[in-house]
């Protein structure tokens, strides 16, 4: 499954550099799929989706740090533990239950955001 950062963030930002996807965002700012990928101009996202991976995305929180499932992985292929969770000083980066997903899937997201 992905990660997700709880409301109890503090906004420290100790997880956002740590993140190989660049799926880790603060509040309110814009994510593009392109960002820390090797993602360029049109694609097809795994669930058959067009999109550009040049758009600016619509924030999925305005008020603390927030993971972009479609981008996270759990560091699969990167790192033995979710890096962001290793790094938090609350404890606020957790399974997100919502996006439950299998070592494949995570697996094929590593390979397909950095075309390998």
């Known amino acids: 499954m992905a990660i997700k950062i709880t409301d109890e963030c503090i906004n420290c930002g100790a997880c956002e550099p740590e993140c190989p996807n660049t799926a880790i965002y603060e509040g309110a700012d814009d994510w593009r799929y392109k960002d820390g990928t090797k993602l360029l101009g049109k694609i097809i996202l795994p669930d058959g989706t067009e999109i550009d991976s040049d758009a600016a995305q619509t924030p999925l929180s305005d008020d603390v740090y927030y993971i972009v499932p479609g981008k996270c992985t759990e560091c699969k292929g990167f790192h033995e533990e979710p890096q962001c969770a290793a790094v938090c000083p609350v404890d606020c980066c957790v399974p997100d239950e ?19």
């Open 98 to 116: 919502d996006h439950v997903e299998s070592e494949e899937t995570l697996l094929n997201r590593q390979s397909f955001l950095h075309n390998e």
